[in-house]
């Protein structure tokens, strides 16, 4: 039986990039106090929508929904140097992994915390995941002869959550879990119980969905998940109630009352396994000076 006087839990620090342009939960709150949503038609970065649409759910290949809500930044962007990455790494780097590590960096530092104090301690980090169109792009038969040394870890669920681990030097348990739509919420359910649990003295918790690739977005029309106008309706209204939206987001959270690392000035560094170990004190990653995937 769980504890009745286990301590209430407190989110420190939050990151995240949301479709419409939000980077800030108070964009956030805005967007939905508005009574809006980011609901878009398929960037032509991603596919064309044109190319798969049809209004006859029963076309093979075909998709019967043109929108959904997607992120409006260039998702092959990447700060490799930031993170002490390769620019070949870089390269096959899924992006969700990168978005991952800039929103759980932003989360961090919204909390207060430098990595040189948080590196090493018992941090847990939990993830939730759906899509793995890098794994199709990188992994399948037609692209055999592209797989190299970094297309596992650059592809693979379990990276999701074991990248940040060992970007940051965290040395809690280290989870990736999907569980479809609430892989989200079950991500943070489970970095919940592990808090109270004494399994980490703090948690990195977040969720990302990037899709690139058609094939996905198929198989859910296939199955009749999906909305026909892209958005998300409770299942009293309408049979067809789920829209498909990728948004990265992290969060840090703590049990009040337990120490954490004292705020201090923001540090970062290549990465927790540079040499070196230099902290270079800056804002964020660089806006202007990014890597970008070929």
């Not at 409006?72 to 990455?85: H, L, P, T, V, Y």
């Not at 980490?200 to 977040?206: F, I, Q, T």
């Amino acid at each position: 039986m769980m504890s009745q006087k286990r301590l209430p839990l407190a989110i420190v620090g939050i990151g995240c990039r949301m479709p419409g342009g939000i980077r800030t939960p108070d964009q956030l709150w805005q967007l939905i106090s508005a009574g809006k949503d980011a609901v878009c038609e398929v960037p032509r970065d991603r596919w064309d929508w044109r190319r798969y649409y049809s209004d006859d759910r029963d076309v093979p290949g075909k998709i019967y929904v043109r929108s959904a809500a997607f992120l409006e930044e260039d998702i092959q962007q990447f700060d490799a140097e930031f993170f002490g990455i390769s620019p070949r790494e870089a390269n096959s780097l899924d992006p969700q992994q990168r978005l991952l590590l800039e929103t759980s960096w932003e989360a961090i530092d919204d909390a207060g915390l430098s990595l040189d104090r948080i590196a090493g301690s018992p941090t847990g980090v939990y993830i939730g995941g759906l899509t793995l169109d890098n794994m199709l792009t990188q992994m399948s038969s037609e692209s055999a002869e592209n797989i190299g040394p970094h297309s596992a870890a650059s592809s693979t669920m379990t990276m999701l959550s074991n990248r940040l681990s060992y970007f940051l030097d965290l040395h809690g348990p280290s989870l990736s879990l999907d569980t479809a739509c609430s892989s989200s919420l079950v991500a943070f359910h489970v970095a919940c119980q592990a808090l109270w649990n004494d399994e980490c003295e703090m948690a990195l918790v977040g969720a990302v969905n990037v899709m690139f690739r058609p094939e996905m977005m198929i198989a859910m029309c296939k199955g009749g998940f999906l909305a026909p106008d892209g958005r998300s309706r409770r299942s009293t209204i309408a049979p067809t109630a789920m829209a498909a939206a990728r948004a990265p987001a992290s969060l840090s959270a703590r049990r009040c009352g337990r120490r954490c690392p004292a705020p201090t000035e923001s540090t970062r560094w290549g990465g927790p396994r540079d040499a070196t170990r230099t902290a270079r004190r800056t804002a964020s990653p660089s806006p202007m000076v990014k890597h970008k995937r070929t």
